[in-house]
């Protein structure tokens, strides 16, 4: 599997967004230690998640970053992508490991122990896990888990996992110390003022 960055930005295709300018500017403070998500709204076409994709995986591709696609596996396919992403909602972990092949990085949304384990038995390379804090930027999620649930994760699986939900510079170090190989995050980096710099800040959190 391809080494995975410790910092995840999701995309932010929401209403008056800049999706792509925020990558560029999260690429330009965060590099190699950025996987960029490629995530788009429900009601998006296929062709409107490539046509983001393939222009996301050229800005990563630029900076040496790797690129993934949640929800859509053909996208990821299709552009080239290092692998994807599967929710709750989407593919089952081992068809979409049938799907990306044995090598493509494939991350799973898990909460709890053993839906964790069980994910990682099908297939996953990594867990997003949480949400760990309340969060606006999806709605009908679950209620948090805090640290202590991303370490109950952790303790169950052997795999990366990367802390999700509410995430923000400041909440990093509890997470860290909770066992979280690194944080995604959407609102932190593209409603900041200042995105490079909001990533900035994150990779400092996570890496000091």
């Known amino acids: 599997m391809p080494s995975l960055g410790r910092l995840h930005l999701i995309t932010d295709t929401r209403p008056g967004r800049d999706p792509l300018a925020v990558v560029r500017a999260a690429l330009s403070a965060a590099r190699a230690e950025l996987v960029v998500q490629v995530r788009v709204e429900d009601s998006a076409t296929d062709r409107e998640a490539y046509d983001l994709a393939r222009r996301v995986l050229a800005l990563c591709t630029s900076y040496g970053a790797s690129c993934l696609v949640n929800d859509r596996l053909h996208v990821a396919l299709a552009v080239g992508a290092a692998g994807g992403h ?115 800040a994150l990779i400092e959190a996570l890496t000091c």
């Open 86 to 200: 599967v929710g709750a909602d989407d593919l089952p972990v081992a068809a979409a490991r049938r799907v990306l092949g044995p090598t493509g990085v494939l991350g799973a949304t898990a909460r709890a122990p053993g839906t964790a384990g069980e994910a990682v038995a099908a297939g996953a390379s990594y867990l997003g896990v949480g949400p760990c804090h309340t969060t606006s930027t999806k709605t009908g999620l679950p209620d948090p888990i805090g640290p202590s649930g991303v370490r109950a994760v952790v303790d169950a699986v052997d795999v990366p996992v990367i802390a999700i939900g509410g995430v923000t510079a400041a909440r990093v170090p509890a997470l860290r110390a909770a066992g979280a190989y690194g944080v995604a995050v959407v609102g932190a980096v593209s409603a900041a003022a200042d995105p490079a710099l909001a990533t900035a």
